[in-house]
């Protein structure tokens, strides 16, 4: 079973059919999809100079835009140590620039979270939590994050995180996945919102 499958064990079969085929990613059998980001927007400008930093690493990025066409692929891996990562590699083309999302999860069973780690190489750290709508739709929210410096993880404090809601979901009648995430901070407001749809392609 891949680590979503593991996290969310019988809340898994919950999902819509066309999600849990989704994250079922099977090792080395990436998934792959292009869509249409509808609205990509950045908090207040003068978060851009940290937006245009975290893009040197394949994180976030100051670009806003409507209609904006992205792909996105996951891969399951098996690593030395015998732990399951997910990479996930999201890109955005805007008509003056093409920006990368990308990141590794893998999963902590014992805390029942999943492990993200954003960037490449990795700039920050935050736990996810998993959970299933009543409509079937998979709801992700962070927990707790960290800066990543080499080797070493510095705990962000509360009220300095960049809190994540991201939903997704499928449109059986239009036959498309859809997804929202809106990243926020308690004292700033918005750090970053995007919606979109995208469907499963042949890689």
């Known amino acids: 079973m891949t680590i979503y499958q593991n996290l969310l064990g ?28 509808s609205k990509i927007e950045t908090g207040a400008r003068w978060l851009t100079p940290f937006l245009k930093f975290a893009s040197n690493w394949k994180f976030l990025f ?17 690593l030395p140590n015998g732990e399951v990562e997910v990479y996930w590699e999201r890109t955005f083309y805007f008509k003056e620039r093409t920006r990368c ?10 805390r029942k979270v999943v492990k993200d780690y954003l960037g490449e190489p990795s700039l920050l750290y935050s736990d ?16 707790f994050q960290s ?3 080499g ?7 509360r009220v300095l995180e960049g809190r994540v809601i991201v939903e997704e979901g499928y449109d059986e ?19 970053m ?9 042949s890689f």
């Open 128 to 143: 996810l939590t998993f959970d299933v709508t009543k409509e079937g739709r998979l709801l992700i929210r962070s927990g």
């Open 62 to 78: 100051p670009e806003n835009g409507q209609d904006v066409p992205f792909t996105i692929k996951n891969t399951c891996k098996l």
């Open 193 to 201: 919102a995007y919606a979109g749809e995208f469907k499963e392609q």
């Open 147 to 149: 800066v990543v410096i």
């Open 101 to 110: 999302f990308n990141a590794c999860m893998s999963i902590d069973t014992k």
């Open 151 to 157: 080797e070493f993880e510095m705990p962000i404090p």
């Open 173 to 191: 009648v239009r036959e498309l996945f859809s997804i929202h995430v809106f990243i926020h901070n308690p004292i700033i407001g918005k750090v």
């Open 10 to 37: 019988e809340e898994f079969h919950k999902l819509h059919p066309k999600l849990q085929a989704r994250y079922a990613l099977p090792i080395d059998v990436p998934f792959f999809a292009i869509g249409t980001m």
